[in-house]
């Protein structure tokens, strides 16, 4: 079967080399622009372009998949089908009648819950225990086709977002792999979606990083897990008279003391198993942590260097 394969970032990395190494064809990728990055704003290659390049497979990067010159190149690949793995583009409708056997799309979620661009973070903020991928048939409404197939998995206590996402990404290589050697043999069962169960996943903006030590410790872990790696969940440390707070990132936390009692965001202890901080009820232990302006370090080195002890005070306070 030709494929044209859509998809940015390395969520769909390997599920692309499943295709290769497996004998498909794949006959066009398309993936977006490769963009400044970093301080220095350096043109950096994404994961999709550089596979690529090393398997030696044509390459289109439109800012505009729907544009006339793009889809002319598409239609010139002759796809029989289109697979779209996280491309952070629109895909037209123009587009999703090209190939014989229309557009499919792998979704890190089980659908219909988490529609949208950020499904496996707002899983775990929402204190999910069970996510999973969806392969869907595309249409014009966003995550809304018919089901494919469907994995389900276990989402661990402390499990992060990048690490979840990593697992998933690893499940739909041999998810998609196995609906597209069903479809041109007819055998791929369908299901439509139950829209009265269908739940939003928004993309997340930096805000959404913020601690609030106001709600019970659950919810806090799991909003440290669930924007883990970004945008990154930040919290700021009560400094000295006249010293402004000091911005911490969290990059790592485990639920402490469910009966623990103390004002929301005071330091109950610190140890050299890390820093706990007394939430609306419970305490959540911070372990890994990244001061403004200084390297990752352990939240137990961070109370050693800045003097962190029972009684100090992390703000729920956003970045001014």
Do not use: C
């Amino acid at each position: 079967m030709r494929i044209v394969f859509a998809g940015s970032g390395t969520f769909g990395l390997p599920t692309l080399r499943a295709l290769v190494e497996g004998g498909q064809e794949v006959a066009l990728i398309v993936t977006q622009p490769d963009r400044p990055a970093g301080r220095g704003q350096a043109v950096r290659v994404g994961a999709v372009s550089w596979f690529a390049r090393e398997q030696d497979i044509p390459l289109i990067q439109p800012e505009d998949i729907n544009a006339s010159a793009a889809v002319r190149r598409i239609r010139k690949a002759a796809p029989d089908l289109l697979l779209v793995i996280a491309f952070g583009q629109k895909i037209g409708p123009a587009l999703l009648a090209l190939p014989r056997h229309g557009a499919i799309n792998l979704h890190a979620s089980l659908l219909p819950k988490y529609r949208g661009a950020a499904p496996v973070n707002w899983a775990i903020i929402n204190g999910e225990t069970e996510t999973g991928l969806t392969v869907i048939d595309m249409t014009e409404q966003i995550d809304a086709g018919d089901i494919l197939g469907q994995r389900a998995t276990v989402i661990e206590p402390d499990e992060t977002a990048g690490e979840l996402a990593d697992r998933l990404s690893k499940l739909g290589a041999r998810l998609v792999t196995e609906v597209i050697r069903e479809i041109p043999l007819e055998e791929v069962g369908r299901r439509r979606q139950n829209e009265n169960q269908a739940t939003p996943a928004p993309r997340l903006k930096k805000t959404d990083g913020l601690i609030d030590w106001n709600r019970p410790a659950a919810e806090v872990h799991n909003r440290i897990r669930g924007v883990t790696p970004w945008p990154g969940a930040y919290t700021h440390l009560a400094a000295g008279a006249g010293k402004p707070p000091l911005r911490i990132v969290v990059a790592r936390s485990r639920l402490a003391d469910a009966a623990a009692r103390g004002e929301p965001g005071t330091v109950l202890a610190a140890t050299p198993e890390g820093i706990d901080v007394a939430a609306a009820r419970g305490s959540v232990r911070l372990v890994e942590v990244t001061p403004a302006g200084k390297r990752p370090m352990s939240a137990a080195d961070l109370a050693r260097g800045y003097r962190v002890k029972p009684g100090s005070r992390f703000l729920a306070a956003p970045d001014t």
